[in-house]
């Protein structure tokens, strides 16, 4: 049998970067051997995305939980030029530092980090989110549904989702505004990169992976959630009338849930 081997040249002769790095978490009050989880936030995102409710309740069952803020997002080094493979190269340096193997999630254009980040790290398994993995059919989605907030980003700009986009109208006015005005931005050669950036490699040890998402999102088409599940052979799960942020949105318990739920009977995640 012949092993395949991918030689990274670039990454010798340019290493990425090192920088200080924002890492939130919530422990179970006692070990279970369960594998951990890390939560990678998308764009414009950190991981006080996941700490407002994800975190805590992964960990109340039993689940240990971190959550990476990406460099130049929430409170980890600011970073305005970095690119995509930085943000793969801060996933893996976080996942190697934890005590086990770990689960990797990653949310909206987190989820194609996360994709990327497969490639380098052997995961337990890996969950991605309302995948945001590039191409003119998420732009042509959002600058229809927001042209004030797209049209700058195509030029270096930041790129301004807003509520709309993020979340259903179950969602408090007060606390969807509360969550909007907490969004940072990618860089933008990370921003350019969902528009020509190379489809992943394929994942070390092809771990387990679930894609979730909702039909109603106003970011991501039911399409590409039902194109990037085909990637790893299998069907989206759908979370009807929810927003891009489920992680977020009034309902955001049962996405969780769902994603629990599964690894607890996934074999090859425990």
Not at 61 to 83: D, K, N
């Amino acid at each position: 049998m012949t092993e395949l081997r991918i030689m990274r040249g670039r990454e010798w002769s340019r290493p990425v970067r090192p920088v200080r790095r924002e890492v939130l978490s919530a422990l179970p009050e006692h070990e279970q051997g369960r594998p951990p989880l890390l939560f990678v936030p998308g764009f414009g995102h950190g991981a006080w995305a996941f700490a407002e409710h994800w975190l805590g309740h992964a960990a109340s069952r039993g689940f240990p939980a971190y959550a990476v803020s990406l460099r130049g997002h929430g409170a980890s080094e600011p970073a305005p030029e970095a690119t995509l493979r930085a943000y793969t190269h801060d996933v893996v340096q976080v996942a190697a530092s934890l005590p086990r193997q770990t689960v990797l999630v990653g949310h909206g254009a987190g989820a194609l980090v996360v994709a990327h980040a497969l490639a380098r790290y052997p995961a337990r398994g890996a969950v991605l989110v309302a995948p945001v993995f590039g191409g003119w059919g998420v732009l042509g989605a959002a600058l229809r549904r927001n042209p004030a907030g797209t049209v700058p980003a195509a030029f270096g700009g930041p790129l301004r989702l807003n509520r709309g986009q993020l979340f259903s109208r179950e969602l408090p006015d007060e606390e969807a505004r509360r969550h909007v005005g907490r969004l940072g931005r990618a860089s933008r050669r990370a921003q350019w990169a969902l528009l020509g950036q190379p489809e992943p490699e394929p994942a070390v040890g092809a771990p387990p992976v679930l894609v979730l998402g909702s039909p109603d999102d106003r970011v991501v088409p039911a399409s590409t959630l039902t194109r990037v599940a085909r990637r790893y052979g299998s069907a989206p799960l759908l979370f009807p009338g929810m927003g891009h942020d489920l992680m977020l949105d009034a309902r955001w318990a049962e996405p969780i849930d769902a994603i629990l739920d599964w690894l607890e009977k996934e074999p090859a995640a425990h």
